[in-house]
C-alpha cells in the first residue's frame, strides 16, 4: 500500500491544509500525519468526514504520497500544486492594486 496523507480546504479562506498527527489541521504537508496501513487511512478519513460535517474544511480528499529524503511528496501534480503553493504570485499584486487604490 502506498503511503496516504489527509488534504482539505479550510472553510474560513480556502488555504490548503493537511491533517497532522495530534488531529489538528497544519499548513505544511511535512506535519501532515502518514497512514501507512489501511487502519490509519480509515482513521483519517473518518476525521475528514467529521472536520467536513463540523465546517471547519472542504473538498476533503485522501491522497498518496512518496516519502522522500525532504518529506513527503505527492503523486499527482494538482497535489504538488497544493502543498507548494500557487504556480504565480497573486497575493503581492492584490495588495498592491489595493494600496494604490486607498
Avoid at 15 to 40: P, T
Avoid at 75 to 99: N, V, W
Wanted: net charge negative; aromatic share 6%; no cysteine.
Amino acid at each position: 500500500m502506498k503511503t496516504k496523507v489527509l488534504t482539505a480546504n479550510r472553510l474560513t479562506d480556502g488555504i490548503s491544509v493537511w491533517l497532522g498527527a495530534n488531529g489538528e489541521w497544519v499548513f505544511s504537508l511535512k506535519d501532515a500525519f502518514l497512514a501507512r496501513h489501511e487502519e490509519a487511512v480509515v482513521a483519517i478519513t473518518a476525521a475528514g468526514d467529521q472536520a467536513l460535517a463540523d465546517n471547519r474544511v472542504v473538498d476533503v480528499n485522501v491522497i498518496e504520497v512518496e516519502e522522500t529524503p525532504s518529506g513527503p511528496r505527492p503523486f499527482r501534480l494538482r497535489e504538488r500544486i497544493r502543498a507548494d503553493g500557487p504556480t504565480i504570485d497573486y497575493a503581492p499584486a492584490s495588495a498592491a492594486r489595493a494600496a494604490v487604490a486607498a
